[in-house]
């Protein structure tokens, strides 16, 4: 067989890696945005000698951080698109950056957590006028950032809200997105609730509000990064699809006939995309592409391989 039609044969494994110049872009533009805040804030608390200023200032610091990791992850996966040492490609690099986004945000809630509580045992000080400033400024960057990330993000409004079950289209999000967009809408979170907190602390003298909201936004912070944390974590270990995608293909392999299938396995290899290995069973074997082509095409199937078996219970096939 001639080099020339083993190309007929092959394919690159750039799976979930083709529209992600833009996303990175975006994340660089918030990346800029974060800093610059983060550099003002500090400087100011420097220069003032405010501690909330400066507090703020170092609390963007670690998203800029967080930020940073996703943009590495697009660059790394766009890098080594076509290394041959990932089997399948780079298509999971954004879901442990996503992990990863996932990990510092629950430190983040339970330091919140934690600072909150402190204050409601022992309340502190606080300098109205310039917190609220603060916060003010916090809110302004992170609102920006939302709107530059949420336009490639797709998927903004989902938290992990109950009564809608997202298991079968999980796969189709860029997860190193939306750690980086959940880090913005977490930091946006905690501006709106301490502005609450502290004009309800200024104008009624409900000083308890401000830590109160701090362990209300911990506990919301905590919700979002469980359900990064389930999903992200799921694509790293080679999860099974969820049962709808692997009854769906089931049904269209079986389709009536004898064919059966013995054995199944479906999982991620990047955002909208999947592998899957399956075992047929048969009266009456056909080629492995007489399979392949009775797959459903939106369940993102790039990678199929198909094992054909006649039943044993039969005689040989004609």
């Known amino acids: 067989m001639h080099t020339e039609t083993l190309k007929d044969w092959t394919h690159a494994h750039r799976f979930g890696l083709g529209d992600t110049g833009e996303r990175e872009r975006r994340v660089r533009w918030v990346i800029a945005i974060t800093v610059v805040a983060m550099v003002l804030e500090i400087a100011g608390g420097l220069a003032f000698g405010s501690m909330a200023l400066l507090a703020d200032g170092l609390h963007m610091a670690s998203h800029a951080t967080a930020l940073a990791i996703a943009a590495f992850a697009y660059a790394f996966a766009r890098r080594h698109a076509a290394n041959p040492r990932f089997s399948f490609g780079t298509g999971k690099v954004g879901a442990l950056a996503g992990f990863a986004s996932a990990v510092l945000l629950l430190g983040f809630a339970v330091v919140m957590a934690g600072e909150s509580i402190g204050r409601l045992i022992a309340p502190t000080q606080i300098v109205f006028d310039q917190a609220l400033m603060v916060a003010a400024i916090g809110l302004a960057v992170n609102a920006v950032s939302a709107v530059l990330l949420r336009h490639g993000h797709g998927h903004g409004h989902d938290h992990g809200h109950e009564g809608h079950d997202h298991a079968a289209d999980d796969h189709a999000h860029d997860h190193n997105l939306r750690g980086a967009y959940l880090h913005v809408i977490a930091d946006a979170l905690t501006s709106v609730l301490a502005i609450a907190a502290l004009l309800a602390g200024k104008y009624a003298g409900w000083v308890w509000m401000d830590p109160m909201m701090g362990i209300v936004g ?38 009536g006939g004898s064919d059966r299938v ?57």
């Open 262 to 318: 013995a054995d199944l396995h479906v999982w991620s290899i990047g955002p909208g995309a999947r592998a899957t290995i399956l075992a047929v069973v048969t009266d009456t074997p056909q080629a492995p592409d007489h399979y392949r082509d009775r797959l459903p095409d939106h369940l993102g199937l790039v990678h199929v391989s198909v094992e054909v078996h006649h039943c044993p219970h039969h005689g040989p096939p004609a």
């Open 218 to 255: 911990a506990v919301l912070i905590t919700r979002w990064s469980w359900g990064l944390l389930r999903q992200t974590s799921g694509v790293l270990v080679d999860a099974q699809a969820p049962e709808p995608v692997c009854q769906a293909i089931t049904d269209a392999i079986e389709g």
